[in-house]
T-cell receptor
Framework: AQTVTQSQPEMSVQEAETVTLSCTYD???????LFWYKQPPSRQMILVIR??????QNATENRFSVNFQKAAKSFSLKISDSQLGDAAMYFC????????????FGTGTSLTVIP | DTEVTQTPKHLVMGMTNKKSLKCEQH?????MYWYKQKAKKPPELMFV???????INESVPSRFSPECPNSSLLNLHLHALQPEDSALYLC????????????????FGPGTRLTVL
């Protein structure tokens, strides 16, 4: 099974500043999908951003962008101009393109935004 | 409609009760999931249904019994639970890898907060 590692259990950032959350994964596959999910205190898990491994260009969604380093098996999330509403648990997830429909989640990073 | 709905939102049950959790999606997704989640932890996979057939059972105790009556509905039947089963139970759906262009994310429901007394 693939493993996903988030080495930062907790992070904090000043409002309007930039923060980067780390994620590494272990796989022998060449094609796969990576995701960052956000789970605010209300507990609804929502997608922040996705990256297809075959795409070299890093994905961006407004203030959220990723740094995808395929060779290093690294997939970090950068949040620019942090807002109070960004405070949440952030989970990195991996999905294979092979058989099966399983998603593999990292242990999560709890992000605090300081006013 | 990009929504996964779950009922009930909250459930309190005794160890001898039988109850069911329900999940529904109308996105045409053919993969549906049950997860158990404790506070500040990642979701733990319990079951995966692909095309209404159970494809993954992560060694879940038999007091949890899943059911997929059709492509839009997913149930989780609960019986004789233990206090340590108290958690947030999340349902999710996604396109199936087998069904066409892969790579779509999972859509999660808001969860059912379960307390076992």
């Amino acid at each position: 099974a693939q493993t996903v590692t988030q080495s930062q259990p907790e992070m904090s950032v000043q409002e309007a500043e930039t923060v980067t959350l780390s994620c590494t994964y272990d796989t022998s596959e060449s094609d796969y999908y990576l995701f960052w999910y956000k789970q605010p205190p209300s507990r609804q898990m929502i997608l922040v951003i996705r990256q297809e491994a075959y795409k070299q260009q890093n994905a961006t969604e407004n203030r959220f962008s990723v740094n995808f380093q395929k060779a290093a098996k690294s997939f970090s999330l950068k949040i620019s101009d942090s807002q109070l509403g960004d405070a949440a648990m952030y989970f990195c997830a991996y999905r294979s393109t092979g058989a099966g429909n399983q998603f593999y989640f990292g242990t999560g990073t709890s992000l605090t935004v300081i006013p | 409609d990009t929504e996964v709905t779950q009922t009930p939102k909250h459930l309190v049950m005794g160890m001898t009760n039988k109850k069911s959790l329900k999940c529904e999606q109308h996105m045409g997704h053919r993969a549906m999931y049950w997860y158990k989640q404790k506070a500040k932890k990642p979701p733990e996979l319990m079951f995966v249904y692909s095309y209404e057939k159970l494809s993954i059972n992560e060694s879940v105790p038999s007091r949890f019994s899943p059911e997929c009556p059709n492509s839009s509905l997913l149930n989780l039947h609960l019986h004789a639970l233990q206090p340590e089963d108290s958690a947030l139970y999340l349902c999710a759906s996604s396109q199936s890898i087998a069904g066409g262009p892969p790579g779509n994310e999972q859509f999660f429901g808001p969860g059912t907060r379960l307390t076992v007394l």
